[in-house]
């Protein structure tokens, strides 16, 4: 996978946190820290979405002649990113 570009957005509308989805498919197979829990509880009372006003992470990613865009709440990525989440693909 190829990461095109990588910006930092303020949202103007509500998107579905891809990287919520990618913590909760693999929950059980990490330990994760106190820290790590509360910003995933966060999440989680926010519907694992990315709100209004809140700057997220948006990446347009290219595979094998597919392109799409991701989006993420930053800590929550980061969280995928320590954990080797999106390794498991």
Same mark, same amino acid.
């Given at each position: 996978?190829e990461?095109v570009?990588e910006?930092?957005?303020?949202?103007?509308? %509500? $998107?579905?946190?891809?990287?919520s989805?990618w @913590?909760?498919n #693999?929950?059980g197979? $990490? #330990?994760?820290?106190f820290?790590?829990?509360?910003?995933?509880?966060?999440? &989680?009372n #926010?519907?694992? &979405? /990315? /709100?209004?006003?809140?700057? $997220? /992470? &948006?990446?347009? #990613?290219?595979?094998?002649?597919? @392109?799409?865009? $991701?989006?993420?709440?930053?800590?929550? =990525? %980061? /969280?995928?990113?320590? =954990?080797?989440t999106y390794?498991n693909?």
């Open positions: 996978m990461v570009s910006t930092m957005p303020i949202a103007r509308k %509500q $998107y579905d946190c891809m990287a989805e @913590v909760m #693999n929950y197979d $990490y #330990n994760f820290t820290s790590e829990l509360r910003t995933i509880a966060k999440a &989680k #926010n519907g694992f &979405k /990315i /709100i209004p006003g809140q700057q $997220y /992470i &948006k990446q347009f #990613n290219r595979d094998c002649g597919d @392109v799409w865009t $991701y989006r993420a709440i930053p800590e929550m =990525h %980061q /969280i995928c990113i320590v =954990h080797g390794d693909c």
